[in-house]
């Protein structure tokens, strides 16, 4: 599938510059424009991989290129304001190649969390091709503030998407990791999980395999409908069968799919569908009669790749999710030494991260209302002379 990609505030542009590496190493071409838009001079500076004529500062004449301080309302106005500067980097996006827009971004922060709501709509407004959102939730102990903006932007931000996948940060963080070590590491898990699944509509049709392919179009229909969604991986080194059947079928003179043994095979996949299912999801949920859609890709080498293991995963994941839309098919990636699985809930429901995000946000803003009304008390508690004897000058 082939995606425009913006990157907006600092998370947005940093991992939107580790797609561009991953497209780099894998060759998958996924990113066919990248675009990081921000109101931080400094953190544009930092990216390494989005071409410098696609970094736009945004908001200079407000906040002088030093950011919003995670305000996310004057990220939106900023954003609101100066969309005509972003439109000029997404005027040289040759949009007739794309098959979607990802809008990526902290839903935590002020730039991208207030931004990238506003960007969605105006794209929407011009473009006929779908807008899709990568919103990465913060972790619980980043306090009170984030929590509130991520609660505030989600909100917005799914109402001006056609969908959004979710990725948060508290179930992926490690403790006793520095900041940055962590965020490099949970770039890579996001990248891995969303790379396979958009990199499989980007698979050359052809040959027998061509119709268990996975097409871009089964992607976009798997994500139409919108609403909000979650992404589960599982993976299994098979680099030593791949060499024993590699030899074995140059010494018999066999294919290397017959050289394998088809029940495991077969079975592998089952059971790595299981597992992407029912272990750690990007945004955890439970699936149990909790997704409107899914989809299923199986990455690989395409020996390993056997459609009786598809055709049983899916079925289970339509058991598992009550949903009658369960896609699924291959990612054939001949050098790889893994077999992946890859699933796509998508229009899930059942998700009770947000409920306590919500609950943890409303009491961060009574608090925040609090502490305000107590400050402005006691400042004129201070400045004030008990019986107002001393009157101010002007
Ligand atoms: P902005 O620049 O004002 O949009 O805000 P940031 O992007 O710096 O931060 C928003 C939120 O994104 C933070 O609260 C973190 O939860 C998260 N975040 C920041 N950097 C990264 C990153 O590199 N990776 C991930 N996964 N999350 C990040």
């Not at 990248?34 to 400094?42: S, Y």
Request: proline share 3%.
């Amino acid at each position: 599938m082939k995606l425009a990609m913006i990157g907006f505030g600092q998370a947005g542009g940093k991992i939107l510059d580790r797609f561009l590496e991953h497209d780099e190493q894998t060759g998958s071409n996924v990113v066919r424009a990248a675009v990081a838009v921000n109101t931080a001079k400094a953190d544009l500076m930092g990216l390494e991989h989005v071409p410098q004529e696609n970094r736009v500062l945004i908001g200079q004449s407000r906040v002088k290129g030093h950011g919003v301080g995670a305000d996310n309302e004057l990220g939106a106005e900023i954003a609101e304001e100066d969309i005509d500067e972003i439109q000029g980097a997404i005027d040289s996006i040759p949009v007739h190649e794309v098959d979607a827009f990802l809008i990526i971004t902290g839903l935590g922060g002020g730039t991208g969390s207030g931004g990238s709501p506003v960007m969605a709509r105006h794209i929407k407004r011009i473009y006929t091709e779908p807008v899709y959102g990568l919103g990465v939730l913060p972790a619980g102990d980043e306090g009170g503030i984030y929590t509130l903006n991520a609660a505030r932007s989600f909100r917005t931000l799914v109402r001006e998407v056609d969908n959004l996948l979710v990725f948060d940060n508290d179930a992926w963080r490690k403790s006793g990791e520095s900041m940055q070590g962590g965020y490099r590491q949970i770039n890579d898990e996001i990248v891995t999980r969303f790379g396979i699944l958009f990199g499989a509509g980007e698979v050359e049709q052809g040959g027998e395999v061509a119709e268990s392919v996975v097409d871009s179009s089964e992607i976009i229909n798997t994500l139409a409908g919108g609403g909000v969604s979650t992404v589960g991986y599982a993976a299994e080194d098979v680099s030593d069968e791949k060499q024993s059947s590699g030899l074995l079928s140059r010494f018999t003179g066999g294919d290397e799919q017959s050289s394998l043994d088809s029940a495991s095979t077969t079975n592998r996949i089952t059971s790595l569908v299981r597992k992407a299912a029912l272990g750690r999801l990007t945004l955890p949920c439970k699936i149990e009669n909790g997704a409107e859609r899914a989809l299923l890709v199986t990455a690989g080498p395409s020996q390993f790749l056997n459609r009786k293991g598809i055709e049983r995963g899916r079925k289970w994941l339509e058991e598992q999710t009550g949903s009658m839309e369960v896609r699924g098919g291959d990612y054939p990636v001949e050098d790889s030494n893994n077999v992946a699985a890859v699933v796509l809930l998508s229009g899930v429901t059942d998700v009770p991260r947000i409920k306590e995000l919500q609950q943890i946000a409303i009491e961060a803003r009574e608090n925040i209302d609090d502490i305000r009304g107590e400050s402005e008390q006691n400042l004129q508690d201070l400045v004030e002379d008990d019986d107002d004897e001393l009157e101010p000058l002007f």
